[in-house]
T-cell receptor, first 113, second 113 residues
């Protein structure tokens, strides 16, 4: 199924809770990314990782955290510090080479209840 | 800062007509421009891309043109079909790097039968 798997598909979070979104790829890609998608705002970069054990903040990293302990995995934690977490979250991976587009996961829709 | 503007936000065309979506980027060092199609409830899929050393690229009914001087690029879909209905995103690489893309805000294309 495209080689990159996100879970769960739907997630509900209570106020003050931390939640973790899973992203796993079997494409042997070095680079992985997390994007947030809101209506009318396109895709905004949260965090990205070019290599295992290294990651960088994107444009909207506040309230989020990530880890990259394995090449295949790049989980995203939405912390209670993220004031408006309701959104569609997309994970992507790439080889990192010029001219290589992203492969996206199928997304996780997070809703605060 | 770096940004990509995309127009129009919605586009309705009759089946068989052509559709054109335009994007403008701000970073003159951007050198890779992919286009993604996202059907309702599904992941974005790469449909075509272009590098900065090429002015035009075609793939069956879709084509992309790039004007580096004006810093804009466009997606052209000819002989539109109902299955072309989706949200289309343009993107530009950040500088000459390959790891991060800036996405446009998306165009919702409706092909009317």
């Amino acid at each position: 199924d495209g080689g990159i798997t996100q879970s769960p598909k739907y997630l509900f979070r209570k106020e003050g809770q931390n939640v973790t979104l899973s992203c796993e790829q079997n494409l042997n890609h070095d680079a992985m990314y997390w994007y947030r998608q809101d209506p009318g705002q396109g895709l905004r970069l949260i965090y990205y990782s070019q290599i295992v054990n290294d990651f960088q903040k994107g444009d909207i990293a506040e309230g989020y955290s990530v880890s990259r302990e394995k090449k295949e995995s790049f989980p995203l934690t939405v912390t209670s510090a993220q004031k408006n977490p309701t959104a569609f979250y997309l994970c992507a991976s790439s080889t990192g080479q010029l001219g290589e587009g992203y492969t996206f996961g199928s997304g996780t829709r997070l809703t605060v209840v | 800062g770096e940004n990509v503007e995309q127009h129009p936000s919605t586009l309705s065309v009759q089946e068989g007509d052509s559709a054109v979506i335009k994007c403008t980027y701000s970073d003159s060092a951007s050198n890779y421009f992919p286009w993604y199609k996202q059907e309702l409830g599904k992941r974005p899929q790469l449909i075509i891309d272009i590098r900065s050393n090429v002015g035009e690229k075609k793939d069956q009914r879709i084509a992309v043109t790039l004007n580096k001087t004006a810093k804009h690029f466009s997606l052209h879909i000819t002989e539109t079909q109902p299955e072309d209905s989706a949200v289309y995103f343009c993107a530009a690489s950040r500088g000459s790097g390959t790891y991060k893309y800036i996405f446009g805000t998306g165009t919702r294309l409706k092909v009317l039968a």
